[in-house]
């Protein structure tokens, strides 16, 4: 048997699902073949607080072809309320709007489309609050933000820091709403069987989710079942973005529909407007950073203090300060968030939640501190580099921000450049170029295990998720690499809750995870049966815990380079080139973490220049709410964008040596084309998105 073969971890072949996914064979969730289904659509409050006071059904229920309507009068009662997002169609109350208040269950998708909207509803109105802003005099501080980190963090004396400072940035940076939009809007169909499936399942419930596990952990509480009641199964998933990281109040929907359909399955697909009220989004953020520099622009001073929004119906607090406890050095510190809770949905994960919009207002902060320090924005950099981490003292698992700015800088053609704010003109166009740091952490999530099974070819098995991330063929390498087989003698199966245990796909922790559990049952195979196994062998084995998980500080860092054009008299904005230069450990396979960090790029420009959810501050919804007002950028905006990654190794994050790279593609990139854009122009836009009236 050959050791490697050209599909080995390190190589890159084409998508395993992806003639599947082009021939449109891959079914998506709404798409799983079953039989006699049933149709849902949602009602939603269209007042943003108060009561309902009364729902006729008595139209909808005259129409042919409707089934059954749910209302918050008399809707199945879940066996636990304590989650605010999920607990639906329970009492009479209107949190935000846009919330579940009913639903139609139809013969088909049309009919309970207008059956919903045969449904009068007539309210008691309470005044609503949607304000977003840092004036308020009832933010508060969470107990803890991404429910781990400290809210707050304080280390020397930050205000003779700043008194002791030749130069100071004290600024304001804000970043909008803004919505994820995966291709695929959340969908799902639930099946409550009549009578338990032989293997007890009770609920079987086709998903699209980044995590099979969590949703069904999530929900079988809220329905009096057990996590191995409920089957969950999601083999292809078309983008999440964090969206899909966990349950929402749809996949709650759906199953207390299916209570109520006869034993029929119900399939519920969101609309793209109905996304904007009902599976999160990613908070507005108000953030000041205080920085203090001696007159060589070393860091005596660090503040990043960040406000931001939840809702009232439950408490989501982003992290947005946190990448601010590990990227310099300055002895005097301070990081805080703070909270606007509100009568509006529930914020939650957004591609980098927390370091997206953290590192905007940072990395912008770090550009006017190098102006003010007469410095090359990258030697402030390098001056300000921590030989550990700031926050932990743990020492680094692969620190290499200097090697990706400076090669960055290189490959990019830095030398060159004035540093004299508008000094480069072509025609009507003012030419800038821009550079800001990035950082992600590495993180393993607990909870995973992995089966093996011989016949006459490996079948790998774990309830992992592709959400378009290349999960298919990156475990099918990592499985192969673990083996010592080639990968065509690997069948992998995926995104299936009766598969081993697996953690979600976010956090960019998915193939951290989920290797160190493939790795693991790999060698326990291969010692237990040796290279030549017999058929039937099989095995199942946990993930072990990472013992360096609490002796170094494990993140991925990255530079972002940006050259954009300004026309001088409409502020328009092109972004001729982009450029981003990553340490994210070892590339597993470079065609696919290639295409993340790419992707991640073309957000971080998204987010620059296009992304804004407006909320009417009068009705409390998003107006928004389709991709005709919610503008997004596509790769076809930017001429070329390139993403380069050190090669390395990191010895310490798992038995593969990568650190994850689904996420840090997007941070700092929005920071390095507002810093371009003050190159070009030397108007500093502090906040998001850089319009071109902003430029006027
Ligand atoms: Mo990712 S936004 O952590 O799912």
Not at 650 to 662: I, K, L, Q, V
Request: hydrophobic residues 40%; aromatic residues 6%.
């Amino acid at each position: 048997m050959t050791l490697i073969d050209a599909n080995a971890m390190g190589a890159s072949p084409l998508r395993l699902d992806g003639p599947a996914k082009v021939t449109g064979a891959a079914p998506y969730a709404f798409e799983h073949p079953v039989d006699r289904p049933t149709y849902l659509h949602p009602i939603q409050a269209t007042i943003a607080r108060g009561r309902v006071a009364a729902m006729d059904t008595a139209a909808t229920e005259r129409l042919d072809g409707v089934l059954a309507v749910l209302t918050v009068f008399d809707a199945p009662e879940l066996a636990d309320t304590s989650d605010g997002e999920l607990s639906i169609l329970q009492d009479d109350e209107v949190h935000f709007r846009g919330q579940l208040i009913g639903a139609v269950i139809a013969e088909t998708a049309e009919t309970a489309r207008h059956g919903a909207d045969l449904v009068r509803v007539d309210y008691r109105r309470q005044p609503a609050d949607v304000r977003f802003d840092g004036d308020r005099d009832d933010l508060y501080a969470p107990d803890e933000v991404a429910s781990s980190f400290p809210t707050d963090t304080e280390t020397g004396d930050l205000d003779a820091g700043l008194a002791a400072a030749a130069i100071t940035v004290d600024q304001t940076y804000t970043t909008p709403i803004e919505h994820n939009n995966p291709m695929e809007p959340h969908a799902c169909i639930a099946l409550w069987h009549a009578e338990p499936e032989p293997d007890g399942t009770v609920v079987t419930l086709y998903d699209s989710t980044q995590g099979v596990h969590t949703v069904r952990k999530t929900l079988a509480p809220l329905f009096g079942l057990e996590p191995d009641q409920i089957r969950v199964i999601s083999p292809h998933v078309g983008g999440g973005f964090g969206a899909k990281g966990a349950p929402h109040c749809h996949n709650v929907l759906a199953v207390l529909a299916a209570q109520r359909s006869g034993g029929r399955p119900v399939k519920l697909a969101l609309t793209r407007q109905q996304m904007f009220a009902l599976v999160g989004y990613r908070t507005p953020t108000i953030q000041r950073i205080r920085l203090g520099a001696d007159a060589d622009g070393r860091l005596t001073a660090l503040a990043h203090d960040v406000i931001e929004q939840t809702a009232k119906v439950k408490e989501y607090a982003e992290q947005s300060a946190v990448p601010s406890r590990v990227m310099y050095r300055a002895p005097n510190r301070r990081t805080s968030h703070r909270l606007a809770a509100l009568d509006v949905p529930v914020p939650f994960w957004m591609r980098a939640p927390g370091e997206a919009p953290g590192m905007f207002a940072a990395e912008v902060a770090m550009d006017e501190l190098a102006i003010a320090c007469g410095l090359d924005p990258i030697e402030l950099r390098i001056r300000n580099e921590p030989p550990t981490d700031p926050d932990s003292g743990n020492p680094w698992s692969g620190r290499h921000l200097i090697d990706c700015l400076r090669r960055g800088a290189d490959e990019f053609g830095w030398d060159t450049r004035d540093p004299e704010p508008r000094s480069l003109r072509d025609g009507d166009w003012l030419v800038g170029t821009g550079v800001a740091a990035a950082t992600y952490p590495a993180q393993q999530s607990p909870g995973n295990a992995a089966r093996i099974e011989f016949d006459d070819r490996y079948l790998v098995e774990i309830g992992a998720a592709d959400i378009g991330t290349g999960t298919w063929t990156a475990l099918t390498q990592i499985a192969a690499d673990a083996l010592g087989c080639p990968t065509d003698m690997v069948d992998l199966r995926i995104g299936d809750s009766a598969l081993p245990s697996a953690s979600v796909a976010g956090g960019s922790s998915g193939i951290t995870s989920w290797g160190t559990a493939i790795v693991a049952a790999a060698k326990a195979f291969r010692d237990k049966y040796g290279v030549d196994p017999a058929a039937g062998s099989a095995l199942r084995v946990e993930a072990p815990d990472n013992p360096d998980a609490d002796k170094f500080a494990m993140h991925s860092f990255g530079a972002q380079f940006v050259e954009v054009r300004v026309n001088r008299d409409t502020g328009e904005i092109r972004v001729p080139r982009m450029l981003g230069m990553f340490s994210i450990g070892r590339a597993i396979n470079p065609r696919m973490l290639r295409a993340q960090l790419v992707g991640g790029m073309t957000w971080g420009l998204s987010m620059a220049l296009h992304e804004e959810s407006v909320r009417d501050p009068r009705f409390g919804h998003v107006v928004t709410q389709d991709l005709a007002s919610y503008h997004v950028s596509v790769h076809a905006d930017i001429g070329d964008i390139q993403a380069h990654w050190l090669d390395e190794v990191d010895e310490h994050t798992n038995p593969m040596g990568s650190r994850g790279a689904g996420e840090i593609g997007i941070v700092g990139a929005a920071a390095a084309v507002a810093n371009a854009v003050h190159h070009a122009t030397g108007l500093r836009v502090r906040d998001l998105p850089i319009t071109a009236d902003r430029l006027l």
